[in-house]
């Protein structure tokens, strides 16, 4: 969709357990003040481009920056990063929401996935995450230089 430039929307939430969330700055803060308020359950640190999340988050944010880089056509800029911590997972879970063009008067094309990978307690990848990463690596051997996503 980014290579026909009908890709006009693109984002990505991350659900994470505290333990599992290595954050600097701001949202680290935001993050530390929810957990000493005793507050359980969801809170939504960050919501914004995905460019702004990296620094503030580099541990956490790979499947983001790799989703900005596929939907080359909105970039860092214009794809929309959501961390939500979660006190009560036991997983990574992410959810990739997908926007595409709409007929004259008709809502436009989405798509919308979730992985739920369980991780151990402080763990920033999940169990499954090493695995689909050698599949990725071994089907984009031989494709010559440059990044492939499979």
Do not use: W
């Not at 308020?37 to 914004?48: A, N, P």
């Not at 006190?87 to 094309?109: D, I, M, N, Y």
């Amino acid at each position: 969709m980014a290579d026909r430039g009908s890709l006009h929307g693109l984002s990505v939430t991350m659900a994470k357990a505290p333990h599992h969330l290595k954050l600097q700055g701001a949202i680290a803060e935001k993050m530390e003040a929810r957990l000493a308020s005793g507050l359980k359950g969801e809170c939504v640190l960050y919501e914004g481009p995905v460019r702004d999340l990296c620094s503030l988050a580099p541990n956490n944010v790979n499947t983001m920056a790799a989703a900005a880089l596929a939907g080359h056509n909105l970039g860092f800029d214009g794809t929309v990063a959501r961390l939500v911590m979660d006190t009560e997972l036991e997983a990574h879970v992410v959810t990739v929401e997908v926007v595409g063009p709409a007929k004259a008067g008709a809502p436009p094309f989405k798509l919308s996935t979730t992985r739920y990978n369980p991780a151990e307690a402080g763990a920033v990848t999940g169990d499954a995450t090493y695995a689909s990463f050698l599949s990725s690596a071994l089907e984009a051997g031989g494709r010559g230089n440059g990044v492939h996503f499979c």
